[in-house]
């Protein structure tokens, strides 16, 4: 099965700085990867996406890369501001599969 | 839309009891799914419907059942309800099948004493 990690539990940023949210996959056959943001007693919602296709796709202060080499992910938000304030997961599918396989979760708390 | 809603919000059961989480999508999306959250960890799979008609089993599916009513609804039932099934359930639904965005629920809050 898939194994998804991510680099540091927590990750303290300076509002207005940038944050870089790492994760890495095991399964060289992972086909779709995809971030999502869980505020505090709410749902996980979806950030950004990427096929494994591509190596970096870019939204609204996001941008997501992707090193199929080292088998890496990872998440960039730029000017973090407070909002950001969230657990972040990365979710990894293999091609044709139903199933995503999470990681445990990054706290990313901006400081003021 | 509402989007994928769950109800209840929260739960507490003791052990022995039985109950249905329930979950509805108006997004037309064809494949359904059960997560659970614990502390510290990712969302486990527990089952998932990729279709109408159709549900398997995920990574977790022991103390679960689940029935996919309708296109829209997809249940999730605890049989006999054990302290080990104490965690936040979230359903979520995405348009088709293969790797695809999933959209998530609130959440339920269940706690079994």
């Known amino acids: 099965g898939e194994s998804v990690g991510l680099h540091l539990p927590t990750l303290s940023v300076q509002e207005g700085d940038n944050s870089i949210i790492n994760c890495a996959y095991s399964?060289?056959?992972?086909?779709?990867f995809i971030w999502y943001k869980q505020e505090s007693g709410k749902g996980p919602q979806f950030i950004i996406d990427?096929?494994?296709?591509?190596d970096k796709r870019q939204g609204q202060r996001v941008t997501v890369l992707l090193n199929k080499t080292v088998k890496h992910l990872s998440l960039q938000i730029a000017a973090t501001q407070p909002g950001d304030s969230a657990v972040y997961f990365c979710?990894?599918?293999?091609?044709?599969?139903?199933?995503?396989?999470f990681g445990a979760g990054t706290t990313v708390t901006v400081r003021a | 839309n509402a989007g994928v809603t769950q109800t209840p919000k929260f739960q507490v059961l003791k052990t022995g009891q039985s109950m249905t989480l329930q979950c509805a999508q108006d997004?037309?999306?064809?494949?359904m799914y059960w997560y659970r959250q614990d502390p510290g960890m990712g969302l486990r799979l527990i089952y998932y419907?990729?279709?109408?008609?159709?549900?398997d089993k995920g990574e977790v599916p022991n103390g679960y059942n689940v029935s996919r009513l309708n296109k829209r609804e997809f249940s999730l039932r605890l049989e006999s309800a054990a302290p080990s099934q104490t965690s936040v359930y979230f359903c979520?639904?995405?348009?088709?099948?293969?790797?695809?965005?999933?959209?998530f629920g609130p959440g339920t809050r269940l706690t079994v004493l």
């Open positions: 979520a639904s995405s348009a088709s099948g293969g790797p695809d965005t999933q959209y």
């Open positions: 990427i096929r494994s296709n591509m």
């Open positions: 979710a990894v599918a293999s091609a044709n599969d139903y199933k995503l396989s």
């Open positions: 997004m037309n999306h064809n494949s």
């Open positions: 419907s990729a279709s109408e008609g159709t549900t």
């Open positions: 399964n060289s056959a992972s086909d779709y």
